[in-house]
């Protein structure tokens, strides 16, 4: 079956960095795009980024571009997503999230969550 | 970019009665539409892609129409376990891909 286990809580003080990891098992990793959503305390959904299965490459909503890196490790099977420059603002929980393989744009298997709390 | 909408903000329903979500988008998004459930502390679930095929697992009792900028999801007969939130989320205009605020289904 599709599982997909995030890292654990982290807390960063402003300015700094946070990498955060989802490993997948249960699917062809090669064949699915990855995608990170993330969640505000109380708050809905915002999409951050996905990274593509074949060539790596990457798209960010571009109010996180310069802050964010996704890359992923086929040999691992894991993903990963690096923000930097951490303001209180980006305290959320983060998703992985697989797009479907019928259409990238949908997301159909989602991590447990990662919480990054940024606070002085 | 895409912005949604999503009325109401919270329907109080009993079990057993049909729950209609609403989903406006700033534009035409054509098909693009799919819709999520929340319950409280779990990830987001699809239920719904390209306004109205069912994810795998899905019950029959959820239902998606909808094209262009106007999207419906209708709970035919709402379960115990359906009183959660609700997302519509676009990919018809991307990036980004963005979803809606959320309508929460809760028990009258």
């Known amino acids: 079956q599709v599982q997909m286990v995030q890292s654990g809580a982290e807390v960063r003080k402003p300015g700094a960095s946070v990498k955060v990891s989802c490993k997948s098992s249960?699917?062809?990793?090669?064949?699915?795009?990855m995608h990170w959503v993330r969640q505000a305390p109380g708050q809905g959904l915002e999409w951050v980024g996905m990274i593509s299965p074949s060539d790596g490459s990457t798209s960010y909503a571009q109010k996180f571009q310069g802050r964010v890196t996704m890359t992923r490790d086929p040999s691992t099977t894991t993903d990963y997503m690096e923000m930097s420059s951490l303001k209180s603002e980006d305290t959320a929980v983060y998703y992985c999230?697989?797009?479907?393989?019928?259409?990238?744009?949908?997301?159909?298997?989602w991590g447990h969550g990662a919480q990054v709390t940024v606070s002085s | 970019e895409i912005v949604l909408t999503q009325s109401p903000a919270t329907l109080s329903l009993s079990p057993g009665e049909r729950a209609t979500l609403s989903c406006r988008a700033s534009e035409s998004i054509s098909k693009y539409l799919g819709w999520y459930q929340q319950k409280p502390g779990q990830a987001p679930r699809l239920l719904i892609f390209?306004?109205?095929n069912r994810a795998t697992g899905v019950p029959v009792r959820f239902i998606g129409s909808g094209s262009g900028a106007d999207f419906t999801l209708t709970i035919s007969s709402l379960e115990p376990e359906d009183f959660a939130v609700y997302y519509c989320q676009q990919r018809g205009d991307w990036p980004p891909f963005t979803f809606g605020p959320g309508t929460k289904v809760e028990l009258k």
């Open positions: 390209d306004a109205s």
């Open positions: 999230a697989r797009g479907l393989y019928e259409d990238y744009g949908y997301f159909d298997f």
């Open positions: 249960g699917y062809s990793f090669s064949r699915y795009y």
